[in-house]
Every structure is written in structure tokens, then in C-alpha cells.
């Protein structure tokens, strides 16, 4: 019959039977395959699949074979037959052994991205402090008893909990504006890691649908559908560490789904007054298919945590023997947070060609924090303990279609977005306080409203191997502000508009190789007291960057990637919520390289690692005085994992962070630290598992945050200015017992 149906077109030309040919890829739940690789083998053209798994295929016959491939699925051939040009037609991919062959370089904005698919599949989050960490190049710190947000290190940046960083959920802002303790603050806490399906990331600021914080980079993480099997864990470790952890099936059938997670912490931690720290959440979000491939979907959520800390401590006070690395000048820091989000998706196919996704959220959130940096340097008498505390109500709506279009036989995506984001806080305070319980005085208390609507569009166009794509944002703020602690009532506002055009362009030779260039402004806003103080001026600093790199497949089973970056900020004017005072920070520059590897040497052994090197300077200050304190100068990430070996998966993970500047004449050192973990897990029945983890395997001595700061002892006559610092977690076991039904 293909003899035939070849015959015919040699004799009667090939447009007899040319067809454009449609049709949808999903898995064995129905559920969509984005970016599957579909290629005709007899014409060599090939496309790929879109978000809601849909694809159109060019020129293609009857009796032509279809390849389809995708990570994770075992390979699909198809003959199509002449049915196919009248009726999409439904592949069904089944799921196999993950292997870097079938990995292909995707020709759109972000390719990049496909190493944080590879290193999700090989290497699965095991803890929330985890999730960040599966962004290539970025490491975290703690320094607050486990319940703080983390502190961030990426591309140069110490971002501190999140300025120069958009984060989201589901497509759930994390990052809180006008923050009672950072602007930007993003605490991931409230993700249980065993509900996360994917991670999606971006550097740099280039990506039109990301605005607000998105300087440095983005990151936006997907929870799971459906569960495969309801699960119920147990872990136990060193300093009091104990986690329960279950998942449960509600729902589960070709049409709906729903589940619920919750997890419960408790954790001393290694110090000598034990940290306390406790956290409770609660996970459940309920899925229905709806017609073409298109999704609604419910989620909500709750979180508590509470905890004490012994802070940061001064290097002098470790050396006299005063205090060990462990314990504490002033143990009385603390705090507790708590958020309930609730967040309702959609994605709905309208045609071939076009599809259309929504989603609004609505958070209340509420923090408290007791810190003392500076110990007795302002008060002598009573120290220098703060209180920073909120409550806010978050709310949002954001927008976006996807159409497919034929520009002069040109295949053309058009995205355009829309939505806001309103944060109303009540009570954003920052007092001095004694033991927790005695208010001295209040430096800031007052109530801040502030919106954000943006609006965006995005064209990529595609000829041949180049993609070219031209973006545009539109971001509109207002930020009003009513300070409590004057006699008059004044409600201070203030708008801005800020355009940040972009410029992105691929050149995809094959699927093993693709040269990209990125260009872009993006920014960060500056907290609304900021925003007033200045009346209105330099309140969102534009951030210029440009990216050139590739992404190569040299072999079937290694992956590489380089990039070499640049990134110019403009003036800022930054709230220092610890001091309650309004500093400028002038223009800076950092430039680097991004280098990583992928490698997977059997059909179970896989190897990633990720290097940064980075120099970041201010420029409006003398060479000499112009370094950037703590921003990293060079960072190594990586280790081995071990996939489905029998009844035996696990890992090895180890991240480096060098010595960097901790002030603006490098006087002042912040030491780094090599530090190794690793993990196994064994399958001992069909349904139930032993876990086992080692955190700093070779007990290094190790300090995970550090910061100079000038502060004064209670025996000490004048202020000295040194590293003070929260010690890293020595050698640190955990087991864990596993059961699944």
C-alpha cells in the first residue's frame, strides 16, 4: 500500500495527499505532554508539542512514519494513515526509565531550562530547602531558627530572602512587597517538596510574563496533578529532628482528581538553647479535566510555623572562649508565621491553534520576628532586641493567551497577559522591644496598600533554525502609605509606570544544539516607604542585562551548557527594615560565566554540576572600596544520583561557595565552605521503602550565613566591626520509613 500511495505521488504530483496534519500527545492519565519531539522520518520535518500538548506537523503523507519522543516516555512510531488529515488524532505515551538521550533542545525563549527537568526526574526534591536549590547556580542560607525565609546567593547577587528574585507557585506570587523585614521576602516554607511536579526557570531579566523582582532571575514551581499512590512517612534524626509526612488520595479517575498533603516538623537543631522550631502544613488541590485537554483546578493550603533562635554570633566572642560556635549572646530571637492561601487555575483549549490560561489567588499572611544584631551598641542597658511584624491580605488575577499564527507562511506564538496584584498590610512595624515582652519604642508602625497592574506581550517568530522574539511590559504601580505614628492621619500615594521591553534570539542548528542571545530591562520595586520618603523618585531602578550562551549534546548522554552574562542596575534607594531607615546603594555592574554538565554514564548513574564565576562591583565608588559585600565571586554545585538501581535509588550532593567580600573594601572576609550530603533509599516490599540521609557527611566546620556588622558586647567599652555569624549544621543523620497504598 506505501508503494501505492508513493506511485500516485509521483504520477499525479505531491499535493495528491499533502496534508496538514493535528493532533494531541497525552499520557496513560490523558493528561497533556509538553514539549514531546514529533518528527516525520520520511520528509525530515519535525515540531514539538505545546503546553496543552497539542502540535501540528507539516507536509505529511499517508503511510509517512511519526516519531514521537519525550523524557520520560518510551519512544512512539506511527503510521499515519488517510483518516489523519480529516480527524486530529490522540497519541498515548507510556511511561519508561528516564534516559538524557531522549532529551531534546527545544527551540523557544528558555531551552535552558531543560537541565531543571533533567536534574528534577534524577534527582528529587527531598526537603523545602531543596526547592530552590534545583535553580542552577544558586545556593541558600538560614540564620534564623529554621522558620526565616532562606537567604539567596545567585549570579553575583546576595539577594537576602528574595529582592532580586520572582518566585511563584502555581502561579502564586511568593514574594511579599513592602516587606515587614526584606522587600521581596520569599518563604517557601508553605510548599510540602513530595507535592512539587516541576520547576521552571529563567535568569536574567528577559522574560516578558515575569516582572516585578525578576532582575536576577525567576522561578516558577508546579505542584502535581494526581498522586500516583497515597503515602504515609515517618523520619527521625539527630537534634530532635522528627517529620511526619502523608498523602492521600480523595479522587482519583480518568475525569477528576483530588488529594490532600499535611506534614508536621519538629527540629532542636545543634545549639545550645535549642531552636524549637515547629511547623504544621496542610496541602489539597482538586483537578477536573475538562474538553481538548484543558484543566480546572482548586488548591488550598495552610501553614504554621514558630521557632527560637540564637542568632548571629561575633567571631571575637567564639575566639575568647566566651560563647562555642553553638551558643548564643542573646537567645531571646525568635518568631512565628503563619499563611492560608487559596488559588483557582484554568487552562482551557479553544482550538488547534489557541488556548487560554487564568488563575486567581488570595492569601492572608501574617509574621512576626525578634532579632538582635547589634546586641547592646544603641542600648546599653536593655539591648538592642526589634520586633517586625504584619498581617496582609494578598489578592491577584493573572491572564495570559496563547495563539499560534501564519505570518507569510511563517508559523508565529503570540502570548499576551494581563492581571494585578493588591497587598493591603496592616500594622507593618518595627519597634524595640526588651525580652520579647516590653515594647520601648516604635520606629515605624503604619498601614501600606499597595497595586501592581501589568500587561505584557510576546512574539516568537520562527524561520527555519532562528527564533526571533520582540517583547513588551507594561507595569503600573500605585503605593499608598498611612504612617501611625504621626498625630495627623495622611494617606502618602504615589504611581509609577515602568516599560521594560525584550529581545531574545535562538539559533537552533539541531536538537543536540542551540546558540541563544537574551536581552532585556526588567526591575524590582522598592518598598512603599521608600517610595514616599524619596516622593516618588528613583523608586524602581531598572535592571539591563544581556545573556550569550549555548546549549550542546555532544553525545547521547551528556548535555552541557555555557553562558556568558552582564547585568547593569541602576540607582536604588533600599529600605533597611532592620534600622527602619532609607539608604541609597548607587549603580552596580556584575558580569560572569555560567558553566554546567549533565552525564549519565549507565541507565541509572547520572552526574550534574554547575559552576559560576562572577564579578560584581559598584561603580560609584573608588576602585578599592567599590565591592559588593557578600556577593560571590565563584560557586560549584553538583553530585551523583543513582535512579532505579533494583530496589536501591539515592544520591550524592555537594556545593561549594568561595571566599567573598563581607564589606566595601574587602577588609572583611566571609569565609566558604565545601560541604557534601547524601542519601539512599531502599524498597523493601512493593509498598514500603527505608530512607537514610547524611547532612555535611564529613562534619566540616562551616558557617552558612555570615555578615560584617559593627555591635558591642555587654562587657565592651567600644563597637568592633567583624564577621557575626549563624554556624552550618555539623554531621546530621536522618532515617526514614516510607509506606505506600
Same mark, same amino acid.
Given at each position: 500500500?506505501?508503494?501505492?500511495?508513493?506511485?500516485?505521488?509521483?504520477?499525479?504530483?505531491?499535493?495528491?495527499?499533502?496534508?496538514?496534519?493535528?493532533?494531541?500527545?497525552?499520557?496513560?492519565?490523558?493528561?497533556?505532554?509538553?514539549?514531546?519531539?514529533?518528527?516525520?522520518?520520511?520528509?525530515?520535518?519535525?515540531?514539538?508539542?505545546?503546553?496543552?500538548?497539542?502540535?501540528?506537523?507539516?507536509?505529511?503523507?499517508?503511510?509517512?512514519?511519526?516519531?514521537?519522543?519525550?523524557?520520560?516516555?518510551?519512544?512512539?512510531?506511527?503510521?499515519?494513515?488517510?483518516?489523519?488529515?480529516?480527524?486530529?488524532?490522540?497519541?498515548?505515551?507510556?511511561?519508561?526509565?528516564?534516559?538524557?538521550?531522549?532529551?531534546?533542545?527545544?527551540?523557544?525563549?528558555?531551552?535552558?531550562?531543560?537541565?531543571?527537568?533533567?536534574?528534577?526526574?534524577?534527582?528529587?526534591?527531598?526537603?523545602?530547602?531543596?526547592?530552590?536549590?534545583?535553580?542552577?547556580?544558586?545556593?541558600?542560607?538560614?540564620?534564623?531558627?529554621?522558620?526565616?525565609?532562606?537567604?539567596?546567593?545567585?549570579?553575583?547577587?546576595?539577594?537576602?530572602?528574595?529582592?532580586?528574585?520572582?518566585?511563584?507557585?502555581?502561579?502564586?506570587?511568593?514574594?511579599?512587597?513592602?516587606?515587614?523585614?526584606?522587600?521581596?521576602?520569599?518563604?517557601?516554607?508553605?510548599?510540602?517538596?513530595?507535592?512539587?511536579?516541576?520547576?521552571?526557570?529563567?535568569?536574567?531579566?528577559?522574560?516578558?510574563?515575569?516582572?516585578?523582582?525578576?532582575?536576577?532571575?525567576?522561578?516558577?514551581?508546579?505542584?502535581?496533578?494526581?498522586?500516583?499512590?497515597?503515602?504515609?512517612?515517618?523520619?527521625?534524626?539527630?537534634?530532635?529532628?522528627?517529620?511526619?509526612?502523608?498523602?492521600?488520595?480523595?479522587?482519583?479517575?480518568?475525569?477528576?482528581?483530588?488529594?490532600?498533603?499535611?506534614?508536621?516538623?519538629?527540629?532542636?537543631?545543634?545549639?545550645?538553647?535549642?531552636?524549637?522550631?515547629?511547623?504544621?502544613?496542610?496541602?489539597?488541590?482538586?483537578?477536573?479535566?475538562?474538553?481538548?485537554?484543558?484543566?480546572?483546578?482548586?488548591?488550598?493550603?495552610?501553614?504554621?510555623?514558630?521557632?527560637?533562635?540564637?542568632?548571629?554570633?561575633?567571631?571575637?566572642?567564639?575566639?575568647?572562649?566566651?560563647?562555642?560556635?553553638?551558643?548564643?549572646?542573646?537567645?531571646?530571637?525568635?518568631?512565628?508565621?503563619?499563611?492560608?492561601?487559596?488559588?483557582?487555575?484554568?487552562?482551557?483549549?479553544?482550538?488547534?491553534?489557541?488556548?487560554?490560561?487564568?488563575?486567581?489567588?488570595?492569601?492572608?499572611?501574617?509574621?512576626?520576628?525578634?532579632?538582635?544584631?547589634?546586641?547592646?551598641?544603641?542600648?546599653?542597658?536593655?539591648?538592642?532586641?526589634?520586633?517586625?511584624?504584619?498581617?496582609?491580605?494578598?489578592?491577584?488575577?493573572?491572564?495570559?493567551?496563547?495563539?499560534?499564527?501564519?505570518?507569510?507562511?511563517?508559523?508565529?506564538?503570540?502570548?499576551?497577559?494581563?492581571?494585578?496584584?493588591?497587598?493591603?498590610?496592616?500594622?507593618?512595624?518595627?519597634?524595640?522591644?526588651?525580652?520579647?515582652?516590653?515594647?520601648?519604642?516604635?520606629?515605624?508602625?503604619?498601614?501600606?496598600?499597595?497595586?501592581?497592574?501589568?500587561?505584557?506581550?510576546?512574539?516568537?517568530?520562527?524561520?527555519?533554525?532562528?527564533?526571533?522574539?520582540?517583547?513588551?511590559?507594561?507595569?503600573?504601580?500605585?503605593?499608598?502609605?498611612?504612617?501611625?505614628?504621626?498625630?495627623?492621619?495622611?494617606?502618602?500615594?504615589?504611581?509609577?509606570?515602568?516599560?521594560?521591553?525584550?529581545?531574545?534570539?535562538?539559533?537552533?542548528?539541531?536538537?543536540?544544539?542551540?546558540?541563544?542571545?537574551?536581552?532585556?530591562?526588567?526591575?524590582?520595586?522598592?518598598?512603599?516607604?521608600?517610595?514616599?520618603?524619596?516622593?516618588?523618585?528613583?523608586?524602581?531602578?531598572?535592571?539591563?542585562?544581556?545573556?550569550?550562551?549555548?546549549?550542546?549534546?555532544?553525545?547521547?548522554?551528556?548535555?552541557?551548557?555555557?553562558?556568558?552574562?552582564?547585568?547593569?542596575?541602576?540607582?536604588?534607594?533600599?529600605?533597611?527594615?532592620?534600622?527602619?531607615?532609607?539608604?541609597?546603594?548607587?549603580?552596580?555592574?556584575?558580569?560572569?560565566?555560567?558553566?554546567?554538565?549533565?552525564?549519565?554514564?549507565?541507565?541509572?548513574?547520572?552526574?550534574?554540576?554547575?559552576?559560576?564565576?562572577?564579578?560584581?562591583?559598584?561603580?560609584?565608588?573608588?576602585?578599592?572600596?567599590?565591592?559588593?559585600?557578600?556577593?560571590?565571586?565563584?560557586?560549584?554545585?553538583?553530585?551523583?544520583?543513582?535512579?532505579?538501581?533494583?530496589? %536501591? /535509588?539515592? *544520591? &550524592?550532593?555537594?556545593?561549594? #561557595?568561595? !571566599?567573598?567580600?563581607? $564589606? =566595601?573594601?574587602?577588609?572583611?572576609?566571609?569565609?566558604?565552605?565545601?560541604?557534601?550530603?547524601?542519601?539512599?533509599?531502599?524498597?523493601?516490599?512493593?509498598? %514500603? /521503602?527505608? *530512607? &537514610?540521609?547524611?547532612?555535611? #557527611?564529613? !562534619?566540616?566546620?562551616? $558557617? =552558612?550565613?555570615?555578615?560584617?556588622?559593627?555591635?558591642?558586647?555587654?562587657?565592651?567599652?567600644?563597637?568592633?566591626?567583624?564577621?557575626?555569624?549563624?554556624?552550618?549544621?555539623?554531621?546530621?543523620?536522618?532515617?526514614? #520509613?516510607?509506606?505506600?497504598?
Amino acid at each position: 500500500m506505501k508503494h501505492f500511495i508513493l506511485f500516485l505521488k509521483l504520477l499525479f504530483g505531491q499535493n495528491l495527499f499533502c496534508q496538514l496534519i493535528q493532533g494531541k500527545l497525552v499520557d496513560e492519565n490523558k493528561d497533556a505532554v509538553e514539549g514531546a519531539y514529533i518528527l516525520n522520518v520520511d520528509r525530515d520535518m519535525h515540531t514539538h508539542s505545546n503546553e496543552v500538548g497539542y502540535f501540528k506537523l507539516q507536509n505529511s503523507y499517508p503511510g509517512d512514519t511519526i516519531y514521537v519522543g519525550a523524557l520520560g516516555f518510551k519512544k512512539l512510531e506511527y503510521i499515519l494513515s488517510s483518516d489523519d488529515s480529516n480527524t486530529p488524532v490522540t497519541l498515548i505515551l507510556r511511561e519508561d526509565l528516564y534516559q538524557l538521550e531522549e532529551v531534546i533542545i527545544r527551540p523557544n525563549v528558555n531551552g535552558i531550562n531543560v537541565v531543571s527537568e533533567i536534574d528534577l526526574k534524577t534527582a528529587p526534591v527531598k526537603s523545602s530547602q531543596d526547592l530552590l536549590q534545583k535553580v542552577p547556580g544558586l545556593i541558600i542560607g538560614q540564620h534564623a531558627g529554621g522558620g526565616k525565609a532562606e537567604q539567596l546567593f545567585l549570579r553575583g547577587f546576595d539577594i537576602d530572602h528574595g529582592t532580586d528574585i520572582a518566585i511563584a507557585v502555581d502561579g502564586m506570587p511568593v514574594n511579599m512587597v513592602s516587606h515587614a523585614h526584606g522587600q521581596g521576602y520569599a518563604d517557601l516554607h508553605f510548599v510540602i517538596p513530595e507535592t512539587l511536579d516541576n520547576i521552571d526557570f529563567g535568569k536574567g531579566p528577559y522574560y516578558a510574563d515575569h516582572g516585578n523582582f525578576g532582575t536576577a532571575a525567576y522561578v516558577d514551581f508546579g505542584t502535581k496533578q494526581r498522586l500516583k499512590k497515597s503515602t504515609v512517612q515517618f523520619e527521625f534524626g539527630d537534634f530532635g529532628w522528627n517529620r511526619t509526612l502523608g498523602m492521600f488520595n480523595l479522587v482519583a479517575d480518568d475525569t477528576n482528581s483530588a488529594y490532600v498533603a499535611t506534614e508536621f516538623i519538629r527540629f532542636d537543631g545543634p545549639f545550645e538553647s535549642p531552636q524549637n522550631f515547629s511547623r504544621v502544613n496542610i496541602f489539597g488541590k482538586y483537578t477536573s479535566k475538562l474538553s481538548n485537554n484543558g484543566l480546572f483546578s482548586l488548591s488550598a493550603s495552610h501553614f504554621t510555623s514558630t521557632w527560637d533562635a540564637s542568632g548571629q554570633i561575633p567571631q571575637r566572642a567564639v575566639d575568647d572562649g566566651s560563647i562555642s560556635r553553638f551558643g548564643a549572646i542573646d537567645d531571646t530571637e525568635g518568631g512565628s508565621t503563619e499563611r492560608t492561601n487559596f488559588n483557582v487555575s484554568l487552562k482551557q483549549v479553544l482550538d488547534e491553534d489557541s488556548f487560554i490560561k487564568a488563575n486567581a489567588f488570595y492569601s492572608n499572611y501574617k509574621f512576626l520576628l525578634y532579632s538582635n544584631f547589634t546586641f547592646f551598641l544603641e542600648d546599653p542597658i536593655n539591648g538592642d532586641q526589634i520586633r517586625q511584624k504584619e498581617e496582609r491580605a494578598i489578592f491577584g488575577l493573572n491572564t495570559e493567551l496563547n495563539k499560534t499564527l501564519d505570518f507569510m507562511d511563517t508559523p508565529v506564538l503570540l502570548r499576551v497577559g494581563a492581571g494585578f496584584r493588591t497587598d493591603d498590610i496592616e500594622d507593618n512595624e518595627l519597634s524595640r522591644t526588651l525580652n520579647r515582652k516590653t515594647t520601648l519604642q516604635n520606629i515605624q508602625l503604619g498601614d501600606v496598600r499597595e497595586t501592581n497592574v501589568f500587561g505584557f506581550a510576546n512574539l516568537e517568530f520562527k524561520w527555519n533554525k532562528w527564533m526571533v522574539a520582540p517583547a513588551l511590559r507594561i507595569d503600573d504601580f500605585s503605593f499608598n502609605y498611612v504612617d501611625k505614628l504621626q498625630e495627623n492621619y495622611e494617606n502618602q500615594s504615589v504611581n509609577k509606570t515602568k516599560i521594560s521591553p525584550k529581545l531574545n534570539i535562538a539559533y537552533t542548528s539541531s536538537n543536540d544544539l542551540q546558540f541563544f542571545l537574551k536581552s532585556g530591562i526588567g526591575f524590582h520595586s522598592n518598598d512603599t516607604r521608600v517610595v514616599v520618603a524619596q516622593n516618588g523618585n528613583s523608586i524602581l531602578p531598572a535592571a539591563y542585562g544581556s545573556d550569550l550562551g549555548t546549549i550542546w549534546r555532544p553525545t547521547s548522554n551528556l548535555l552541557l551548557n555555557a553562558t556568558a552574562w552582564y547585568l547593569y542596575l541602576e540607582q536604588e534607594f533600599v529600605y533597611v527594615g532592620d534600622a527602619g531607615i532609607v539608604e541609597p546603594s548607587g549603580k552596580t555592574e556584575r558580569l560572569g560565566l555560567d558553566l554546567g554538565l549533565r552525564y549519565q554514564f549507565t541507565d541509572w548513574l547520572f552526574f550534574n554540576t554547575d559552576a559560576t564565576l562572577t564579578h560584581a562591583r559598584s561603580l560609584e565608588d573608588p576602585k578599592g572600596m567599590d565591592y559588593i559585600p557578600l556577593a560571590p565571586d565563584f560557586t560549584l554545585v553538583g553530585g551523583l544520583s543513582i535512579v532505579n538501581l533494583g530496589r %536501591l /535509588s539515592g *544520591g &550524592l550532593r555537594f556545593r561549594y #561557595l568561595d !571566599d567573598r567580600p563581607a $564589606n =566595601e573594601d574587602n577588609s572583611i572576609i566571609a569565609r566558604g565552605y565545601a560541604v557534601t550530603d547524601i542519601n539512599a533509599n531502599y524498597l523493601m516490599t512493593k509498598n %514500603l /521503602s527505608l *530512607g &537514610l540521609s547524611i547532612e555535611n #557527611l564529613f !562534619d566540616t566546620e562551616w $558557617n =552558612e550565613t555570615q555578615f560584617a556588622t559593627e555591635s558591642r558586647l555587654q562587657n565592651e567599652n567600644t563597637p568592633v566591626e567583624e564577621i557575626h555569624f549563624t554556624p552550618g549544621t555539623p554531621f546530621f543523620i536522618k532515617g526514614s #520509613l516510607s509506606y505506600t497504598f
